[in-house]
T-cell receptor
Framework: DARVTQTPRHKVTEMGQEVTMRCQPI?????VFWYRQTMMQGLELLAY????????DSGMPKDRFSAEMPDATLATLKIQPSEPRDSAVYFC?????????????FGQGTRLTVV | QKEVEQNSGPLSVPEGAIASLNCTYS??????FFWYRQYSGKSPELIMF????GDKEDGRFTAQLNKASQYVSLLIRDSQPSDSATYLC????????????FGAGTRLFVKA
């Protein structure tokens, strides 16, 4: 059963701490997206990679957020230092691009609470 | 700023009725269009995609696309209480990139 796997599912941390979220995309997918979802803003695209190369991270606060894809099976999103306003659900999605349509398949998300 | 607009709802329909969900987008070069369903506390799941003008049917769901009007819709026939969820419209940019932008979603309630 192919699916996107995210860890951890829940994270509570104190303001100022570093948070690392991990994502294992579906095997064979060449594109990975990171989204953040809040009640106020909905689903916001933070960054995405294609063939492990970062293509766009314009949606991400550069001073504290970083996204990497060290290999084809792992994508990471790091926040340092974390702030209460970063509290949200962070979704990773993967897809296969290059054809007519790119369908994005979502992981179950990491619910982050910064206190 | 490329945008995808949806009525936030809630949209309430009786069981068995047709639910009509609408979406407009600002980037005229957009190539493909998606409808996702998200149950409370869950992740979005893809229902349908469409990239040609006209209608595309899949079971009780019909997606409609009008590129001239920059308008996408989703019809749900014979609505069931299990269809109660938030429906997200998503648009894939058409400038050679692969960025997918989501609308804020429409909450649908189907009353038994």
């Amino acid at each position: 059963d192919a699916r996107v796997t995210q860890t951890p599912r829940h994270k509570v941390t104190e303001m100022g701490q570093e948070v690392t979220m991990r994502c294992q995309p579906i095997l064979g997918h060449n594109t990975v997206f990171w989204y953040r979802q809040t009640m106020m803003q909905g689903l916001e695209l933070l960054a995405y990679f294609r063939n492990r190369a970062p293509l766009d991270d314009s949606g991400m606060p550069k001073d504290r957020f970083s996204a990497e894809m060290p290999d084809a099976t792992l994508a990471t999103l790091k926040i340092q230092p974390s702030e209460p306003r970063d509290s949200a659900v962070y979704f990773c999605a993967s897809g296969l691009t290059g054809g007519r349509v790119t369908e994005a398949f979502f992981g179950q998300g990491t619910r982050l609470t910064v206190v | 700023q490329k945008e995808v607009e949806q009525n936030s709802g809630p949209l309430s329909v009786p069981e068995g009725a047709i639910a009509s969900l609408n979406c407009t987008y600002s980037d005229r070069g957009s190539q493909s269009f998606f409808w996702y369903r998200q149950y409370s506390g869950k992740s979005p799941e893809l229902i349908m995609f469409i990239y040609s003008n006209g209608d595309k049917e899949d079971g009780r769901f019909t997606a409609q696309l009008n590129k001239a009007s920059q308008y996408v819709s989703l019809l749900i026939r014979d609505s069931q209480p299990s269809d109660s969820a938030t429906y997200l419209c998503a648009v894939n940019e058409g400038t050679g990139g692969f960025k997918t932008i989501f609308g804020a979603g429409t909450r649908l309630f189907v009353k038994a």
